[in-house]
């Protein structure tokens, strides 16, 4: 008897005919990063390549895995319409299989970048089946085209080894902000980001802790591949520093099982497909 056509089946005879994908980026000058924002209309008809909600797909090769970007946000379009110019051709030239979501706090409370990348993470996987996702800071524009956006079995990475904010090095050596990659299994086991807080604070802090308990190296970059410019902004309202979190820092990370992606609390206002992202709006419970 002829075996059932499976997604499987298809896959394997796929990968039979079809290289895996190479990344071909092997040039490790830095590239100049275009500062300017690019309208939503204009963005569309620079890369029609994209399919509708920021999917891409190489059509000439197998891609190893697929990448979900998730973009924290709120308030920042002229961020956003300048890092999607500068990463959409990187990761097309990468031969990267990705889908970029942006994930958003609606108003009106103080802005919870944990909770909003838990969501990301768990309204993904509602979409479709990605291996590898990358936590990326809106203003941080990636200025080295080998900066390759690919996750590794063997830990976390963290694709920013320096920003210009520090004169392209970083303000201590564990800090782990602007952009991080984790496997669907490495951001399930370290339970997602604390979801304890609102407004601006120590949650990278709190995942590198995390990382530690769970016994989990993490990759740095090299500063080679590794230097982003970050866009320079004023501090946005709802995002004033939290004067408690290094006491909040030393409770999540005591209940690291109980505090993150499994307790995230938040509802779903929105949902969109646009050209170049899939738009995700949540609603933030203060009470998490
Ligand atoms: N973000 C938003 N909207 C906000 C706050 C944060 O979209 O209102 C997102 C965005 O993706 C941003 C990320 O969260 O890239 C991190 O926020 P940030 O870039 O403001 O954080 P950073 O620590 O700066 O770099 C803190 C304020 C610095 C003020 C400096 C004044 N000179």
Redesign the pocket.
Known sequence: STPAVTEEVLRRHRDDVMPFCENPTRSSAPRWPSKEPVTAQELAERFPMMQLGGHYSPSNCTPREKLAIL??????SVHLHTLLPNLIPMLIKQNADFTIFVVEQAMPTR?N?GVLFNAGFLEALKLGDFDCFILH????IPLNDANTYQCRSDGPVHFMAGVNKFHYGLSYSWLL?GVLGFTKDQYKAVNGFSNLYFG?GAEDDDMFLRLKKKRMDYHRKGKDVGLYD?IR????K??EPINSRFSITHFSTRRIDDDGLNTAVYSRTSLRQLPLYTWIRVFVDMKQ
Not at 71 to 76: A, G, L, Q
């Open positions: 973009i924290p946000y709120r308030n920042r802005f970048k800071d809106v203003d941080m902000g601006w970050m902004h004023s501090r946005d709802g995002w």
